[in-house]
């Protein structure tokens, strides 16, 4: 049996209604979705690792239910490569739903100074990319992306050794004494220890110390390093190198030169 050509044309035209009401209201939902983003914070976890956390409201205000609703964060180094990457996802946000949820970024910090020791010493920003997907309706796809700062503190900003001191211990031993001093801009304590190597002009190792750490944030820091040198060793220029060792971060050596 053949079906009108006027039953056809009503069919098709009532299908290309449904879509612009159904793309119009679509459009009205993504219109009416709200996304808050509260202040990101930063944390240390038992692990000894960085959390940063990003709190996101969302209230769903359209016409449609949200499918896959996926959050996604990215820690970019200064040439662009991922250091670390997180993603929160919500299966379903029904209409009229309002929900709260608490985004989480973790990372190393060593992951961080590989990428730019300049963390260590230098107060900067990290560079963190944000981009949300969903599907709107059971069909339609929505994707947005943008790019936040959050500051970075220097752990060890304004590093510095002072020009040692020689304390005589017999004919053939010298005492050095090195004052060792630094900034902790960081939101987290640096606890450890240090590690100091003293070479003469010649290259030669010719003493070795250590001393702990305990730095608590937004603090000043000054202690000393104690070497045993002999004295025949010993000569007016020639360089440190500086160790520090912590359960958030390792690095070595700084060189710093003296004479």
Request: hydrophobic share 40%; net charge negative; glycine share 6%.
């Amino acid at each position: 049996m053949d079906i009108p050509i006027r039953m056809i044309d009503f069919a098709t035209a009532a299908c290309w209604i449904f879509l612009i009401v159904f793309c119009a209201t679509a459009a009205y939902s993504i219109k009416d979705l709200r996304l808050d983003f509260g202040n990101s914070r930063m944390a240390t976890t038992t692990d000894n690792r960085i959390l940063v956390s990003f709190p996101l409201n969302i209230a769903n205000n359209g016409y449609y239910d949200i499918r896959s609703f996926n959050f996604s964060t990215k820690l970019l180094g200064e040439d662009g490569s991922t250091i670390t990457q997180g993603s929160t996802l919500i299966p379903t946000i029904g209409i009229g739903e309002k929900l709260s949820i608490l985004h989480n970024l973790t990372l190393d910090v060593n992951d961080v100074m590989q990428s730019d020791q300049d963390f260590l010493f230098n107060d900067t920003q990290l560079n963190i990319t944000e981009s949300i997907g969903m599907v709107i309706g059971e069909v339609i796809p929505v994707e947005a992306s943008g790019n936040i700062s959050i500051p970075w503190g220097a752990p060890l900003y304004d590093l510095k050794l002072e020009k040692p001191q020689y304390i005589a211990v017999n004919y053939t031993q010298m005492q050095v004494i090195v004052s060792i001093s630094f900034d902790n801009h960081a939101f987290f304590n640096v606890t450890g220890e240090v590690h100091l190597r003293m070479y003469n002009s010649a290259n030669q190792l010719i003493g070795h110390g250590q001393s702990m750490v305990d730095a608590a944030q937004h603090s000043h820091f000054d202690g000393q390093i104690d070497l045993n040198v002999a004295v025949s060793s010993i000569t007016q220029t020639g360089r440190f190198e500086l160790d520090f060792q912590t359960p958030l971060f390792s690095f070595g050596s700084r060189v710093i030169q003296y004479g």
